[in-house]
Structure formats: structure tokens, C-alpha cells
């Protein structure tokens, strides 16, 4: 049942006095702080939780192997030659270097 602004006005001071309308109103303003109160705790707590897995994230990522990359340049920063085309390491390193390039 949808009531007029009019309506609604007159039917609240008949029914009720101001003194109960003042302790209605009371009532609702607590129930909203309590209620924002609530949400923000809600809130604080996903925060917490998403800033807690984005460090474990994080952390597993500086944990991870260096990679295929790092290998290679380590390789060449010591001054050794690549692997020859026809051997396991050749074929192994293009491999994964393909499946790299097709995951991104």
C-alpha cells in the first residue's frame, strides 16, 4: 500500500504524539549507526582477508624458480654456448618457450 506524502502526514499525527515520533526517531538513527557500524566492519574484514592473499601471493611469486629466462641469460652471462639445436636441452628449452608464448 503506497501512501501520499499528505496522507502519510496526517495519518502519523493521529496515531502517534510527538513525543513517541521524537523516540521513534531515536530509535532509527541507533539502529542506522548501528547498522553502518556493521557494514564497516564487513568491509575492514574483506580488506583484511584480500590484502592477506595478495601478500601470500606475492610472496609465493618471489618464492617461484627463477625461469626458463633467467637461465638462459645466467648462461650467456658466464660466457657459455647455448645448447646445439639437435640436443635435449635445445628441444626442452623450445618447448617450454612455445608453451610460454601460447599461455600469454
Wanted: aromatic fraction near 4%.
Amino acid at each position: 500500500m503506497k501512501l501520499s506524502t499528505e496522507k502519510f502526514k496526517k495519518y502519523v499525527d493521529d496515531e502517534f504524539s510527538i513525543d513517541q515520533l521524537e523516540a521513534l526517531a531515536d530509535v532509527i538513527d541507533d539502529r542506522l549507526i548501528t547498522l553502518k557500524t556493521a557494514i564497516d566492519k564487513v568491509n575492514h574484514k574483506r580488506i583484511k582477508g584480500f590484502m592477506r592473499n595478495l601478500k601470500e601471493a606475492l610472496k609465493q611469486l618471489q618464492e617461484e624458480k627463477p625461469g626458463l629466462w633467467a637461465n638462459i641469460r645466467a648462461k650467456r652471462a658466464r660466457g657459455e654456448k647455448p645448447a646445439h639445436k639437435n640436443s635435449k636441452a635445445h628441444k626442452d628449452a623450445v618447448k617450454a618457450g612455445k608453451k610460454i608464448n601460447k599461455e600469454s
